[in-house]
Nanobody
Framework: QVQLVESGGGLVQPGGSLRLSCQAS????????LGWHRQAPGKQRELVAL???????NYVDSVRGRFTISRDNARNTVYLQMNSLKPEDTAVYYC????????????WGQGTQVTVSS
């Protein structure tokens, strides 16, 4: 059974930092493209950061320069370091592992709440 388990969310003041972790079981993350998505109340889910199987990284413009995605294949974990947090970063954050070649897969974590407020 495949599981992605996120952790590290919480309440932080504007300007603060959090590091989200997503640990996988049942799959080997190194062969997947890994993404962090977020969904704020009343808004569509958006892709925030992506790291491909080959290591190419992309960010949505609103977080570029503040967020860093990384992967630790030995720990089968993907991270999202979030610095200089803003109230508009408040959302539920989800990790995703996707692969279009065999073995095809599209897996999601349960989400972790990030709230940025003073």
């Amino acid at each position: 059974q495949v599981q992605l388990v996120e952790s590290g969310g919480g309440l932080v003041q504007p300007g603060g930092s959090l590091r989200l972790s997503c640990q996988a079981s049942g799959i080997i993350l190194s062969i997947y493209h890994l993404g962090w998505h977020r969904q704020a109340p009343g808004k569509q889910r958006e892709l925030v950061a992506l790291i491909t199987r080959g290591g190419t990284i992309n960010y949505v413009d609103s977080v570029r320069g503040r967020f860093t995605i990384s992967r630790d294949n030995a720990r089968n974990t993907v991270y999202l370091q979030m610095n200089s947090l803003k109230p508009e970063d408040t959302a539920v954050y989800y990790c995703n592992a996707a692969r279009v070649a065999v073995p095809v897969g599209d897996y999601w974590g349960q989400g972790t709440q990030v709230t940025v407020s003073s």
